[in-house]
């Protein structure tokens, strides 16, 4: 209590304040959706006021961008973190990354890829928010591209299309199926039967 009897104001850094609005506008962008979820629900929820969000965020779109920034930061640190188990066998490499995401994508509270499910809520081609998932979707290709071309595939594009649609199906199917289906525990098979027929080897 402040000596006049009041509640004594708590006073939040603008480093903090930042950091308390991005972790609420992710955890409710991620569950609720991005447009359902207003500036008011961020606010309450990281427990700062609204005047907090638009000293550290200039918009709503704003605080979109960098949602978007910091889940491609995510997602990156898993692929690296799983391919990099296997630096010297990029085939491997590729085993391990369907390994691991099949297990993120099977927890409980999994709800889809973020990106993919942003790229549904704003049907507009020329929207920053599809134009970022697009890219970060290409740089995916382009990854898996270079990964398959190590791994010695025949034609790595191919292969690299595959595997890439094969995500897709798999962050779909979590919500679908649901993330306990058999159809889920399938595709780090599926992944290890088209890695090896585009290496001409029988499956691991």
């Known amino acids: 209590m402040s000596e006049s009897g009041k509640p004594a104001r708590t006073v939040v850094d603008a480093a903090s304040a930042s950091a308390r609005i991005l972790d609420a506008a992710e955890s409710l962008f991620y569950?609720?959706?991005?447009?359902?979820?207003?500036?008011?629900?961020?606010?309450?929820?990281?427990?700062?006021?609204k005047m907090?969000?638009?000293?550290?965020?200039?918009?709503?779109?704003?605080?979109l961008r960098q949602y978007l920034?910091?889940?491609?930061?995510?997602?990156?640190?898993?692929?690296?973190?799983?391919?990099?188990?296997?630096?010297?066998?990029?085939?491997?490499a590729l085993r391990q990354y369907f390994s691991d995401v099949t297990a993120r994508a099977t927890r409980d509270g999994y709800r889809g890829c973020p990106f993919v499910n942003v790229a549904a809520e704003y049907p507009e081609p020329d929207h920053f928010a599809r134009r970022f998932v697009a890219e970060h979707k290409r740089q995916l290709l382009a990854r898996?591209?270079?990964?398959?071309?190590?791994?010695?595939a025949r034609d790595p594009a191919a292969?690299?299309?595959?595997?890439a649609l094969l995500i897709e199906g798999l962050y779909t199917a979590s919500q679908t199926y649901g993330t306990d289906s058999p159809v889920m525990a399938a595709v780090?098979?599926?992944?290890?039967?088209?890695?090896?027929q585009a290496l001409g080897r029988d499956p691991a």
């Open 31 to 49: 569950r609720e959706g991005t447009r359902a979820v207003g500036v008011d629900a961020v606010v309450k929820q990281a427990g700062v006021n």
């Open 52 to 63: 907090s969000l638009y000293r550290q965020f200039s918009s709503k779109d704003e605080l």
């Open 144 to 152: 898996l591209t270079a990964l398959a071309a190590a791994a010695g």
């Open 159 to 163: 292969l690299a299309r595959a595997l």
């Open 69 to 92: 920034k910091r889940r491609e930061a995510m997602f990156w640190g898993y692929f690296d973190g799983s391919v990099g188990q296997h630096p010297d066998d990029a085939a491997a």
């Open 188 to 196: 780090p098979q599926v992944a290890d039967i088209l890695v090896a």
